[in-house]
């Protein structure tokens, strides 16, 4: 057991948190490959080994062993060689939640080509500008009308998109990949000469959100997948031949933490749920149906699946469940351990890192602590003035020296972006622009985004301690706290709330939960403003969009 990570771990097992931060040990040649080092010398290991249990809302199945993984993903590599494709060139993925991702990205890495994931959602006028800023030669598509629009509404404006291709029925102007690729050999040489890949070599790129100015382009290399060992093994808990699920779409980071590097790394198979859209009963059918044994969503998928009468579901599979993406709020902790009997453990990182803060096995979790930091990386809580923070004082989470010393999984910057990257590393330290305090026992506990911290009346406010006040109201399903302008205070704090059911809307109940915030916490910090809604904007991950929300209340007073 443990055969791959042994590969790259002098040592797997640790028996305490302090042991495995002292001996965590990485290593790895210069040549590394996800595609060929772990897809395919899985297949040659264990060649029946299951890398991949595919299914959709509609019934389809598909199950995916190494050899599969391997043989496919050579077939696909093969395809791009003869439509002239090769290292270095710019691929964008828009494959949703497809089985065809999983093959497609390995066949990218093995040739070192960079994937360019993005979500179906985009509009052409968002298309463009990630097609023109790191000039995409072709993009491969899933078979949906809208994002085939979208794509075709911005050929014009982009000149280096030569090739599109996609998976379905056949289109004007577009490639049937499955043909394609279908016809190719599953053999394929590992590339020398001038096409070898490196581990240094830019591997796959994630767009951020643009919450403040354009989307910036995180360049992750070819190392990348190693750094995921650590969210995969020692905060997601994944066995090797277990079978893990994370809630992610391909679009987004998450995925690439919980799909896919850490998972196949640690000898897991791991869950492809296709979903249209979430349903919580749909998804605790799937855990029970496959039988998941670790699991990982955003706060927001275990909120909803709380609502449900989870005792109609056999969970009893999962032994371990984990989540990230946003804050998890006490009460929902709370509420799932005494309906499950398991804890969620909640893990800290970003689009631009692997898993950088967690709660271990070592220890139980902390409600509302994002945990301990992970193996490898000096964390500090920092001031504006560079120095550190005092226990419990509010400051931005800093990776110390990780400009000359970088973690692995951690980017390498933004790509085409230097006044970016000189923000981000300032001082030869990783700024992460978010904020958090360590209590005395070294724990860390996540205030906000520098750019979502509220400052109403010279106080300064973390959305999240807000947020977990008000989720502890009986009527309260979900909610959301921004800042909103105010022409006195200049912000104050706002809670966009959807309400659980049987309760309705009134003024009555905005005043219940202001004077429930007071009593809970500070009473400086309740909601002025309360707004009901039917739903919370988010991501297709499950991720609340606060930026959203602040965009449309600005918009209100302009």
């Known amino acids: 057991m443990d055969y791959m990570l042994n590969k790259y771990l002098s040592k797997v097992n640790f028996d305490s948190y302090e042991d495995f931060r002292a001996n965590y040990s990485l290593s790895y040649p210069e040549d590394f490959n996800f595609g060929f080092d772990v897809v395919d010398d899985w297949a040659r290991v264990e060649p029946s080994k299951r890398a991949l249990v595919w299914c959709d809302d509609l019934g389809n199945e598909r199950i995916f062993t190494f050899t599969d993984v391997k043989n496919e993903s050579n077939r696909i590599a093969n395809y791009f060689k003869k439509l002239g494709l090769k290292k270095g060139d710019a691929v964008l993925l828009i494959l949703k939640r497809r089985y065809e991702y999983w093959l497609t990205v390995t066949a990218l890495h093995k040739l070192g080509i960079i994937a360019i994931p993005a979500s179906f959602q985009l509009t052409a006028k968002d298309i463009i500008y990630r097609i023109n800023k790191i000039g995409v030669r072709m993009a491969v598509c899933a078979d949906d009308d809208y994002v085939i ?64 100015g354009m989307p910036k382009l995180v360049m992750h290399v070819q190392s990348y997948p190693l750094g995921h060992i650590l969210t995969a093994r020692y905060w997601q808990q994944v066995r090797e031949n277990g079978l893990h699920l994370t809630v992610a779409d391909s679009g987004w980071a998450k995925f690439s933490w919980g799909k896919i590097y850490g998972q196949w790394i640690a000898g897991t198979a791991v869950m492809g749920y296709d979903m249209e859209k979430f349903h919580a009963a749909n998804l605790l059918r799937v855990i029970e149906k496959y039988k998941i044994t670790t699991f990982c969503a955003p706060a927001t998928m275990y909120r909803f699946m709380i609502k449900e009468d989870i005792s109609g579901f056999d969970l009893s599979s999962v032994k371990h469940f984990s989540m990230a993406g946003e804050p998890l709020n006490p009460s929902v902790m709370e509420s799932w351990q005494r309906i499950t009997g398991h804890r969620i453990y909640e893990g800290f990182g970003q689009t631009e890192s692997v898993v950088i803060m967690a709660n271990y096995q070592w220890a139980d979790p902390r409600p509302g602590s994002t945990g301990l930091p992970a193996a490898s990386f000096n ?24 400009k000359a010393h970088r973690p692995t999984g951690l980017t390498v910057g933004y790509y085409n972006d230097p006044e970016a990257n000189e923000k981000l590393y300032r001082g030869g330290n990783y700024h992460t622009g978010d904020n958090a305090w360590y209590d005395s026992d070294g724990y860390v506990w996540f205030v906000g985004r520098n750019d979502d911290v509220i400052k109403c009346s010279g106080y300064r406010i973390g959305p999240f301690e807000v947020e977990s006040a008000i989720m502890t109201h009986p009527s309260v399903l979900e909610c959301a706290v921004t ?43 309740y909601p002025r403003i309360v707004e009901f809604v039917a739903e919370l904007p988010k991501t297709a991950s499950g991720k609340i969009r606060r930026n959203e929300i602040r965009r449309m209340d600005m918009e209100k007073v302009n």
Not at 384 to 400: F, K, L, N, S, Y
Not at 483 to 511: C, H
Request: charged letters at 30%; hydrophobic letters at 35%; glycine letters at 8%.
């Open 483 to 525: 800042s909103a302008p105010d022409p006195v205070r200049g912000q104050v704090v706002k809670a966009t709330i959807v309400l659980a059911k049987g309760f309705e809307p009134s003024d009555e109940l905005k005043k219940e939960i202001q004077n429930h915030v007071k009593k809970v916490t500070a009473p400086y910090k």
């Open 379 to 402: 964390i500090k809580i920092m001031r504006d003035d560079d120095t550190e923070c005092d226990i419990g004082e509010e400051g931005e989470i800093v990776i110390m020296d990780a």
């Open 149 to 212: 629009s979208q794509i075709d509404a911005s050929r014009e404006a982009c000149p280096t998109l030569e090739i599109t291709a996609k998976i379905g029925k056949k289109v004007d102007g577009w490639l049937d990949f499955t043909e394609g690729y279908g016809n190719e050999s599953p053999e394929l040489s590992r590339p020398t000469g001038d096409e070898a890949v490196s581990a240094g070599d830019p591997m796959i790129m994630y767009f951020t959100s643009g919450t403040t």
